[in-house]
């Protein structure tokens, strides 16, 4: 499942208390609290089903309410997705849902294995026999909906692809195999027979992911992609893999090292870019789309750094590095970990399960390198969950372990308890658990001050020569989406000209053109005289297996726009351009967090060569200040006092100042 909407639906309820401003970020010596995950517990003696079984079939199974919402007095409700029928005491979905009861099982293995507890090792033992009921197995594909009776529901309302549900690879599938990987794992020694049927049915789903096309290449807007990764998504194999990787770490077949060697090269082909062109090192999440990178399940970097530990091949590791080092440090300075770059920040809304993939990411990516630098961008974005967010408010209350649904672009707070939020806050905090030092940049939770990306609508501009703003029928095109919703039409001759934002820095000016096989307009840009450089609105290849033809991408003029400009004109010839927006990248932009008695700053280089600027940073006593390069080296480690500190940024690397 992706996103799901909230309906009513049972009304058990706990009591937990809404976060609040006042709440202290001291924390607590542990973080992790299952409380709420294990509200959201249930058991459920399904009726007979033709091709669905798990061990021990007589036992009640182990399920996950999927959502939860506040009740008046506090307490909360738990509830399932869809219309929910009270004749009938079905949903249009289900009650509970694979992709979920997978993950929660993850959660209660990990905080087994870290903390010894009996109680959450049976919680994990009863969720995976309640994952293996969902698997069809015959076929080891996996229905994602169960009704609260445990009748499973093949075709929910609202549908999801594929539709049964259980009739092809999908995003369920690799998250069975996720949890299924790391349950066989844990209970190999502790419980040998069920650890075989755990083998058993993780063999059935490895087989059910179908790589039989492994090798065979598909065109997405002129450029070559795998089509061999689980529907098409980064994101979905790289779940997989984390299963797959466990599984090959504690002996698993030569299919599973296959199959995790095939889908890790398929995830490391999506990476691209560099720290002055999109997408800035990251790795992307979809085979089928350039523009298009989204913060939930974008564990990428943490499946190439699993895989290449496991598979001793440094390859792997590298575009994980990459994004850990190049990519992450551009997203944090410009927003944060949102739910939608497409290319622009078109949904910035900001969830647990986007800001658990990074922080597990960036500690994969350190382990597998042993690099610092890494840890301390962990703590910098999970600094979310303790209130460095748009809404200034904790996220993750560890009295209840709530994480909350989510934090909107306007600052609101979605304060439902969902299954998801719940379990992603809870991975997070497990692996601040095991990392205190992570978990001390962490809970700095104020955002003192962010300088990055700035998006210029196109059709704030100063429109000439016939230039028009469009709104289309849908802002969607099939792989990207047009920010704003509108865009301007630029017919040959025709002029836009903005007025910006000034800025005591040189800035990367990128322009998000609809670019278009065959096109031969072209837009010259200029800042008062000076000329930026061109875009070439054709230069895209051959639509193949993208879903629309060309692409809505960024593209980086040659020139900087200078120091306090605050003038830019674009101007077609040739043929019609569309622009969407543009960006404006600062060459050193800054992120800036503080807590009671820390404050901690981030620096992001887009420069060429190294620049040493200067950078308050309020607090008292030294200053620690490390350089990092492209690739996550520290570089150079220096002391400073003042309240204003020099720093040395590396062309492409980060820099992190402590006080």
């Known amino acids: 499942m992706k996103r799901r909407s909230l309906l009513l639906g049972s009304g058990i309820a706990l009591s937990a208390p809404l976060l609040s401003p006042a709440r202290s970020l001291a924390t607590p010596a542990l973080l992790a609290n299952t409380a709420h995950l294990d509200f959201l517990r249930d058991a459920v003696t399904p009726p007979v089903q033709g091709g669905h079984t798990t061990y021990r079939p007589a036992e009640a199974i182990g399920v996950l309410w999927t959502y939860a919402e506040p009740n008046p007095d506090g307490t909360y409700r738990r509830i399932g997705g869809g219309p929910y029928d009270p ?53 080891g594909y996996v229905v994602l909906w169960m009704q609260p009776d445990g009748t499973l529901n093949p075709s929910p309302v609202p549908v999801e692809l594929p539709d049964p549900s259980d009739s ?41 992911l179908d790589l039989s096309g492994y090798g065979t290449w598909q065109v997405v807007d002129g450029v070559r992609r795998p089509a061999w990764l689980v529907v098409d998504g980064a994101d979905a194999s790289a779940e997989a893999v984390l299963g797959l990787a466990a599984y090959a770490e504690a002996g698993g077949t030569p299919a599973a090292r296959r199959a995790l060697r095939q889908l ?31 913060a939930w399940a974008s564990q990428m970097p943490a499946a190439l750094a699993r895989a290449g530990r496991v598979l001793g091949d440094e390859r792997l590791v ?39 993939s990074r922080v597990q990411s960036l500690l994969a990516v350190a382990a597998a390198t042993g690099r610092s630098g890494f840890r301390q961008l962990a703590g910098i974005v999970a600094a979310w969950y303790f209130g460095a967010n748009g ?11 709530r994480t909350v649904d989510g934090i909107a672009a306007d600052g609101s707070v979605n304060r439902n308890g969902g299954a998801e939020s719940t379990i992603h806050g809870l991975l997070s905090m497990l692996a601040l658990d095991a990392h205190p030092d992570v978990a001390e940049l962490a809970t700095q939770g104020r955002v003192v001050e962010r300088v990055g990306t700035t998006t210029v609508e196109a059709e704030s501009a100063v429109l000439g020569g016939g230039a028009t703003v469009v709104t289309p029928a849908s802002p969607w095109t099939g792989e990207s989406q047009f920010s704003g919703d509108r865009y301007v039409r630029l017919p040959a001759g025709a002029t836009a000209r903005f007025t910006l934002p000034s800025a005591d820095q040189p800035r990367l000016v ?14 010259r840009w200029t800042a008062g ?66 807590g009671a008695t820390r404050t901690t700053a981030l620096l992001r280089s ?15 006593g030294p200053a620690t200040v490390e350089t990092y390069d492209a690739a996550g080296i520290r570089r150079l480690r220096t002391s400073a006092a003042g309240a204003t500190v020099r720093a040395v940024v590396l062309p492409g690397g980060f820099t992190v100042i402590r006080r």
């Open 510 to 523: 990128l322009a998000i053109a609809d670019l278009r096989p065959g096109s031969a307009a072209v837009t």
């Open 606 to 620: 887009a420069a060429r060569d190294p620049r040493t600027v200067t950078v308050p940073v309020p607090g008292a």
């Open 168 to 208: 092809g690879p999908s995003y369920w599938l690799a998250r069975a195999i996720w949890a299924l990987g790391e349950g066989y794992a844990a209970f190999r020694h502790d419980d040998p027979p069920f650890a075989a049927f755990l083998r058993q049915r993780l063999d059935r789903a490895i087989g059910a």
């Open 87 to 139: 004749a009938t005491g079905t949903y249009g979905q289900g009650a509970f849902n694979a992709d979920d009861i997978a993950r929660a099982a993850v959660v209660y293995l990990r905080h087994w294995r870290q903390t010894g507890s009996s109680r959450s090792r049976s919680a994990a033992y009863e969720l995976l026999r309640g994952l293996a009921y969902f698997q069809t197995t015959t076929s």
């Open 264 to 294: 890790a090269e398929g995830i490391a082909a999506l990476a691209g870019g560099d720290p002055r062109d999109w997408p800035f090192g990251a790795v992307l999440p979809w085979a089928l789309s350039l523009s298009d990178w989204h």
């Open 391 to 401: 809404a200034g408010l904790p996220a993750y209350d560890p009295a209840t372990g």
């Open 529 to 594: 005289g000076p000329s930026l450089g061109t875009v070439r609105h054709g230069a895209i290849g051959p639509q193949g297996a993208s879903p629309a033809p060309g692409a809505l991408l960024p593209v980086t003029l040659p020139g900087e726009l200078p120091p306090g400009r605050s003038d830019l004109s674009a101007t077609a010839a040739g043929g019609e351009a569309v622009l969407d927006a543009v960006l404006l990248e600062p060459l050193i932009s800054r992120y800036v967090i503080a």
């Open 318 to 356: 590298r575009p994980a590095v990459t994004d850990a080092a190049v990519f992450t440090p551009w997203l944090l300075t410009s927003g944060g970990p949102d739910n939608g770059r497409l290319p622009a920040r078109i949904d910035r809304n900001q969830i647990a399960y986007g800001i658990d």
